[in-house]
Each structure stands twice: as structure tokens, then as C-alpha cells.
């Protein structure tokens, strides 16, 4: 068995910075020496005799042979992949590199409409032919939840000639989809099922977590190893799941989309943090839960805030028929009620599991938008969110985490809540209107990629509807664009925009900020 105990990379680059001898190789400020003063008053001098390039002892990321293969088999070990690869750019580059993977130019990929920005990047340098899915929608939380078996199932009978099946488990709220029953209906059609689970690398280390994506069937996932776990900023990972994945030509496309003078800072990041939950995983992660169900239940206690959350139903509802799940042989097996996950799976399949680090709470009933709330929680109360959004506030509660934290969190709430009379703040009405991404009838004549590079002209905004945008649009965070290169223009989708832009919320992509022109594809 793989020793978990081992950190192989960072004990290479160790022993590197304590070896004396003259550098003659980037980068530029030789282990330190030539840093500027500015840099070395905000962060020290220690770190940099570890800022290495790809020295003999320090392998290669893209032909690993030594230290980083050997990481890279311990993360696969533990993450329960056949393969893991490292990755420096982001999870980013493993989201493009997984459809460079499966997809070539005019090739079909099914995918959900509130699916990241990098995804549409990913169908620009492939040229693959998006078929998007509507994911299902809770209206009163403005919140996508995620597709369903059922929508894949009609979707991939009508494009039987797709080459792949992307999904987002869990959303930016923490929403789990049944991706079990997903990779079912994808694998009949011999196709894998790639899975942004960018949110979800702490699911493999607590069994009250929902399941982690290779054991529920996934063929290939990335995970962000730095927003939840203990890795560097940029620090993520690719786990392969299958054989249905071609690791040839994901290699090449990981190294199209990778630096070439990968950061071993961040490639140590990654060892240390899969050593680190191999080694302490479940402890950690328990700590993680007791934290956030102390939120839950303290926040659930303050009036005009609501938590978004998934009840455990314990009876059957009117119109509701359980079923309890089949073993492989198609035999029942016995329901139990306290089986809550199989309980809840045939409740809702549409939402099968939330997971409770991810902490959703509805400001607008204060009668403010997400946005403001978000920017007086952070300069005033000294408490900064994940994500604001039109109605609410998203906290991601994680292992570095502590009860300072969250009495801090607490405490800020109940003076929001107390100063909610302000006469900036908006007026109820202002921030109720429902941002529905499925009420937009999205068409898709060009490619994302014909799309890009076609010429374009720049429209007043009023005079773009009915044409084809050639601009990436989107609120950022959470990255999930509004308009895409290849769409055409709706004035839906420019009050989306507007009202994003009232209530505070930032966009990116766009080539004018003010939104009074659009760059469109001139035919």
C-alpha cells in the first residue's frame, strides 16, 4: 500500500533550498536574492528558495517520472481515481482540457445552461456544439438547482451522436444532483460523464458529505483543492474515473492549457493537502460539520433571515409513491426511513443532496439586495461572503474555519438585521423580481467558437436583439455567463445584466462596462 504519510514533493523541494550552489536558471530573483523590498515587507523572504523550476530532483509535470508522479498516484489513492493529475492553472484548464479530451470541432456535448465560464471557453478552442440543458429552478431562492436523469435521458435520445455529458456537482450553493442515475443514462450511449465538482473535493472524507463523483459514476471530475481544502490559490486537480477517458490526448491537452514553468509552490500545496487529508481527513471534516450545523442552527434562530436548506421528510406526501433503490442483480432492497439519502432521492431527484458546509441565507426579506449586503458585511462588520447574489449570501464554511468565525458571522447578521431601517438600502420590491436564467429562450445558430472569431461589429444595446453576441457575458462570481459567444441576443438577457449592475453585482466579459454597446457577429 502507498504510504500517505509521504509528502514527496514537498520533501524534494526541501532539500533543494538547503542545497548551496550558484543559480544560473529562472526565475529571475535567484531563491530570493532578488526580490523587490515592496514584496518581501508584504509576505517574507522564506518562501522563495522554494520558487524552483523543473530541476533534475524536481521531475516534470507534463512526463512525470519521479517525485510528481508518486504524488500523484498517493492523490489518486486516496480520491479513489485511476489516474490524478495535478493542475497549476486552475481548475480551469482541467474543465477545458477534459472537453479538448472527449470533443472535436462540430462535435455534440450536453451540458446545463448555468455552467461556468470556463466551460465556454473549453467549446471555443474545441469547437464543439453545445446542447444545453435547463437545469431545475427554485423561484423563491432565485437559485439553478441541477439537471435532472430525466432531462438527459430526452436529451441524449435526441442527440444519440453526442460525445459527452457535463454536469456541475455540487452547484455554488452546494445543490447535488443524481448523478448516480445521470451516469447511468450517459454510459448507455457509451459516452463519459465529466463532472465540474470544482466545490466538492472534501466529499471523498466524511461519510455525511454527499458522495463524491467517482463513486457515484463519474468517468472524469476536477476538483478546486484550494477552495475547500488546505492547497494554494490556482491548486486543483483531475481525477479519471474510466477507460471511457483517452489519457493521451488529455495529457496533450492538459499541457495546451497548463504553463510550461509550472509553480512548484502550488504543485507542494497539493501534496501537502492530499497528505493532510489522508492523515487527518475525517477529523477535520467533522470539525467542518460541527461548525456549520452550529451556524445553521444559530442563524435559523434570528428573525427575517431564512436558510436555504433540503428538509429530511420522515412520512410519505400526498402523491408521492417511494421506491426503494435496486441492487445490481434488480432486486428491492428493503426502504428504510432513516436511510436519509435514499429517502431523499426518491423525494426529489432533481435535488438529492445539500451539502452542509455550503451555508445559503436570504437577505432580501431585510429588504436588501445580496450585493449591498455583501459590501456593508465586508466594510463595516468585518465578515466577507462567498458569493452575493440578488436575494441572498452564500458562506463557504471549510476546514480553516474556526468558532470565532462563525460567533463573527452570527454576530454580523444581528447587526444587519438591526440597521436595516437605512434609507440606502432598497425597498423590499427592488430586490424580489426573479432572475430565472430558464425564462430566457436561448438559440444557438453559430458555435461558440465561429462565434469568437467571426468579425464583429459594436451595436448600441437597443438595436442587439435578434442578433448573435460575440461577447462572453457574466456576473462574476459565480462565473456562470448570462450570454455566450454564438447566442442570440435577448432583451431578457439585458435586464438580467442591468439589474445586476443596480443592485451592485459585477460583470465580466463584456467589451463595454457600461453596457450601452455589445459586440455582435457581422454576417
Known sequence: ?????????????????????????????????????????????????????????????????????????????????????????????????????????????????????SVISGLILSGAIPIFINPEYDPDWDIALSITPTSVAQTLAKHPDAKAVIMIYPT??????????????????????????????????????????????????????????????????????????????????????????????????????????????????????????????????????????????????????????????GKRLPFSKTDTRVFESYINPRFVFLDPTRLTVKISDLGLSGYEADEILHQELGVTCELPSFKNLTFIISLGNTK???????????????QSSRDKFYPPTAVSKKIDLNLIDFSIPLSPRDAFFAQKDNLPIEKSVGCISAELICPYPPGIPVLIPGEIITKNHFEILEQVRALGGIITGCSDPMLKTIKVCRF
Not at 470565532?404 to 438591526?418: F, K, M, T
Open 1 to 117: 500500500m502507498p504510504d500517505q504519510t509521504k509528502a514527496p514533493i514537498i520533501q524534494t523541494l526541501k532539500k533543494c533550498t538547503q542545497k548551496p550552489h550558484a543559480p544560473f536558471y529562472a526565475p529571475g530573483h535567484k531563491q530570493g536574492k532578488g526580490i523587490p523590498t515592496s514584496l518581501a515587507d508584504l509576505i517574507g523572504t522564506t518562501v522563495f528558495p522554494a520558487d524552483l523550476p523543473e530541476l533534475p530532483e524536481l521531475d516534470n509535470l507534463f512526463a512525470p517520472e519521479g517525485i510528481i508522479q508518486e504524488a500523484q498516484e498517493l492523490a489518486a489513492e486516496i480520491f479513489g481515481a485511476l489516474q490524478t493529475k495535478f493542475l497549476v492553472n486552475g481548475s480551469t484548464s482541467g474543465i477545458i482540457a477534459a472537453i479538448l479530451a472527449t470533443c472535436s470541432s462540430g462535435e455534440k456535448i450536453i451540458l446545463p445552461r448555468n455552467i461556468h465560464q
Open 172 to 329: 455554488y450553493h452546494g445543490v447535488c444532483g443524481d448523478i448516480a442515475a445521470i451516469a447511468q443514462e450517459v454510459h448507455k450511449y457509451k459516452i463519459p460523464l465529466l463532472v465540474d465538482e470544482a466545490h466538492g473535493p472534501h466529499f471523498a472524507f466524511d461519510p455525511n458529505l454527499p458522495p463524491a463523483a467517482l463513486k457515484s459514476g463519474a468517468d472524469l471530475t476536477v476538483q478546486s483543492t484550494h477552495k475547500v481544502l488546505g492547497a494554494m490559490t490556482q491548486a486543483s486537480m483531475l481525477h479519471i474515473g474510466s477507460k471511457r477517458i483517452d489519457t493521451q490526448r488529455l495529457n496533450q491537452a492538459l499541457q495546451m492549457v497548463q504553463s510550461s514553468s509550472p509553480n512548484y509552490l502550488l504543485l507542494a500545496s497539493l501534496d501537502a493537502a492530499r497528505q493532510q487529508m489522508a492523515l487527518f481527513g475525517q477529523q477535520l471534516m467533522s470539525q467542518t460539520l460541527q461548525l456549520a450545523n452550529d451556524a445553521r442552527n444559530r442563524i435559523s434562530q434570528l428573525p427575517n433571515y431564512s436558510l436555504f436548506d433540503k428538509k429530511v421528510r420522515g412520512e410519505s406526501e400526498e402523491g408521492i409513491n417511494f421506491i426503494p433503490p435496486e441492487t445490481n442483480d
Open 404 to 418: 470565532a468565525d462563525i460567533d463573527q458571522l452570527v454576530n454580523a447578521l444581528v447587526s444587519l438585521a438591526s
